[in-house]
């Protein structure tokens, strides 16, 4: 295929070098900044730079956050090649998808939304890799108009640079899971790094605090924008989360070792049982 990729950031930077080293795919970098286009066509990360048509792509992948994806879709949407198709990376499906497909509709362009469930501390094109898909997740939203052909060829793509299991749902689906097992993991980290005990943490912390600290650098207007677009479902996965910690809060208030011993066990169990149901399932 000849794909443009829109946003050379952490993602789109990595969707360029792995296309170039795991396929035989044709790509174009698309990036405001100019620098970063050359970059991108110094590292061979990218066949061609973009220079201003969008026409002749049969998949455009756009990498940006959600506010500027929807826009730069609906500022040049129009000229994007006829039945090419359309897709994009962003953490939020539901309402997004839906205003990104009437525009591909309107404009005889076929849209399918994606999201490879990978990352890395600290984004930008300087940090992006061929190998950042390996093993990693990706999801496919899709809904009861979707092409059959569409979803194949972003399961084949997804396969192709790296992806270790694809799955098909729905874009409301979708952002009813990626708020538990994503959003909510975010912004916990960024509440756990506000303790005055911060600053004090060097040569006591391990990997545990590593672990729930890793996120804590998370882009705020990106994460901002993910979370505000997915704030129903957000807001329930952040208020069981409260009710549930309250429990182990009103064990140690009651020093109640029994009500904590059985709290941590619950959980502990509820984990065990989750990773044998991971093992079970197909990649």
Do not use: C
């Given at each position: 295929m000849n794909i443009l990729v829109v946003g050379l950031g952490l993602i789109g930077g990595s969707v360029c070098k792995a296309l170039k080293k795991y396929t035989t795919h044709t790509v174009t970098g698309c990036d405001i900044n100019k620098d970063i286009q050359f970059s991108a066509l110094r590292d061979v990360a990218v066949?061609?730079?973009?220079?201003?048509?969008?026409?002749g792509y049969d998949l455009i992948i756009v990498s940006l956050f959600p506010e500027a994806a929807e826009n730069f879709i609906r500022e040049n949407i129009a000229s994007f090649s006829k039945e090419c198709l359309l897709t994009d990376v962003c953490g939020i499906k539901g309402s997004f998808s839906e205003r990104i497909k009437?525009?591909?509709?309107?404009?005889?362009?076929?849209?399918?939304?994606?999201?490879?469930?990978?990352?890395?501390?600290?984004?930008?094109?300087a940090n992006s890799s061929a190998d950042l898909f390996q093993k990693a997740n990706f999801i496919i939203a899709a809904d009861e108009d979707s092409k059959p052909e569409d979803v194949e060829i972003l399961r084949s793509l997804s396969v192709e640079i790296g992806a270790g299991k694809v799955v098909v749902t729905t874009?409301?689906?979708?952002?009813?899971?990626?708020?538990?097992?994503?959003?909510?993991?975010?912004?916990?980290?960024?509440?756990?790094?506000?303790?005055?005990?911060?600053?004090l943490e060097c040569g006591f912390s391990g990997?545990?605090?590593?672990?729930?600290?890793?996120?804590?650098?998370?882009?705020?207007?990106?994460?901002?924008?993910?979370?505000?677009?997915?704030?129903?479902?957000?807001?329930?996965?952040?208020?069981?989360?409260?009710?549930?910690?309250?429990?182990?809060?009103?064990?140690?208030?009651n020093s109640d070792s029994e009500e904590m011993l059985r709290l941590i066990a619950e959980g502990r169990q509820l984990k065990e049982d989750n990773l044998r149901h991971r093992v079970g399932q197909p990649s």
């Open positions: 066949d061609y730079e973009f220079e201003g048509d969008y026409s009437k525009l591909a509709n309107d404009n005889g362009v076929r849209y399918l939304g994606m999201h490879p469930m990978a990352g890395k501390e600290f984004g930008g094109y874009p409301a689906d979708h952002d009813k899971m990626i708020a538990y097992t994503s959003q909510l993991a975010h912004i916990v980290s960024s509440a756990y790094v506000k303790s005055p005990e911060l600053k990997g545990s605090f590593q672990d729930m600290t890793r996120i804590a650098t998370m882009n705020e207007k990106m994460w901002t924008d993910l979370f505000m677009q997915n704030r129903e479902n957000l807001m329930f996965e952040l208020d069981t989360l409260i009710g549930n910690l309250m429990k182990y809060s009103e064990a140690l208030k």
